[in-house]
């Protein structure tokens, strides 16, 4: 809904020059990037974190090198944690159901992971990705009208599944920045992956990330393609990330 209000401000500009739909593209995702985190905080009711949220987050950002992001909780009912923001402003929103459901180590993993989103500058990545699928889009229904068909089987069948492959690549390379950073990470993060994905459930705090982990072998290990996933399998990643794991988890800060 942002971006068709920013498209139509952008199309209304009284200028006109070779390559302009390409502009207009490069326009709409910039101002679009620019505006999200205002757009990010109004949808998902962002409200301040307290000090002890904060200073977890603090902490785990030493270990990345990390400027501590604007931490915020976001009042909605699933529990999840996103990085967000521009090269202006960065934070981090964890939804409030998530802390019913992680313990503290689980909690310092899913950061660490969000973390590794930022210090990878994978926000800017998905904006480039993003131009650049749209604007061969653009660029191809523009000059070569004749070829509209092709031109939205390619788009549909191609360059959208392309932004998800590579979505799925920063999601893994997420995931290994966290656990490379510090392997005491990877049993914490499998576990909370397990209890968001697997057993969605509140009141699981008090589970510890082994009784989680004894719950691998139930998972179905199917490796099912999909061209428009956002985030690797939940057998793929645990598989990457057992290579890691450290049965003493305390972080050593």
Known sequence: MTIAIIDVFVSLIPVNFPFFPIFQVFAIFAVWYLVSPLVMRLTFKMAPSDAGVEGLVSSVAKLFSLKTPKVLIANVDFPNAFAFGNVLWRGMAIT?????????????????????????????????????????YVLLVTYFPGLYGLAFALYFFVLFPLFFYVHRVLEKRADLTAVRTSPYFAVPLESSLIKIAVLRGRNLKELSPLQALSMKASIDQGNYFSLFRTHPSLAERLNYLSKYEVYNWTIPY
């Open 96 to 136: 409030r159901p998530i802390f019913d459901v992680l313990n503290r180590s689980e909690l310092e993993a899913v950061v660490a992971h969000e973390l590794s989103h930022l210090k990878n500058r994978d926000p800017e990545i998905l904006l480039l990705t993003l131009i650049a699928v749209n604007s061969v």
